[in-house]
Structure formats: structure tokens, C-alpha cells
């Protein structure tokens, strides 16, 4: 579990390993989502920033000051490449309430 205080950014690095003979063997122009959905109080989910290195190896997730009010949050990483989807990480986060 990923801990957060809600007035604070949050950064996620995501470093990805593939497989030997995986249909994708990098993510540099795959199409790269993350999102944080809430897991009580109706609210609605909220999508990180994403960045991807160089070497199409690292995937970094940048969620804003304030983005995340205090809830638990289920979190996923999804690329998709070449017609290839798959999920790269998964998570929970605990935002609580700054003060």
C-alpha cells in the first residue's frame, strides 16, 4: 500500500521488465494510463499524469496537491503497444487528510 497525505503530489516510479520473446519488449510510443479510483464515498476517479523514460523501461506517475482526497484508492498502470494490453503495476493508495 502506497501512503499519501492529500495536500501533498504524489509520485509513483514504475519500473517495467519484460519477458524474453514478449510480444512487447519496450514502452516508447505505447499509449500509457493511470488511474486511482476511489474505493468508498462515490467519488469519481482520477487520472495521473504519465511519463515514460528514455528507454521505454520506467513509467512515472504524477497525481497533483489535492487530487486525491483522503480515501483508499485502488491504483493500475495499463500500456498499450502494438495491439498488446497489459496491466504494469497495481497497488492501493491511502490518502489521508493533511493538515
Not at 514502452?27 to 495521473?48: K, M, Q, T
Not at 497525481?63 to 496491466?87: H, S, W
Request: proline fraction near 4%; avoid cysteine; aromatic fraction near 8%.
Amino acid at each position: 500500500m502506497i501512503e499519501h497525505y492529500a495536500a501533498d503530489d504524489l509520485r509513483i516510479r514504475v519500473p517495467v521488465t519484460f519477458e524474453a520473446g514478449a510480444p512487447v519488449q519496450n514502452l516508447i510510443g505505447a499509449a500509457v494510463i493511470a488511474r486511482a479510483v476511489p474505493n468508498r464515498d462515490f467519488a469519481s476517479a482520477v487520472d495521473g499524469a504519465v511519463t515514460i523514460n528514455a528507454e521505454g523501461t520506467e513509467v512515472t506517475v504524477v497525481f497533483e496537491e489535492n487530487t486525491l482526497p483522503a480515501n483508499i484508492y485502488t491504483f493500475q498502470v495499463r500500456a498499450t503497444k502494438d495491439g498488446y494490453t497489459q496491466t504494469i503495476a497495481a497497488d492501493e493508495i491511502r490518502s489521508v487528510r493533511s493538515v
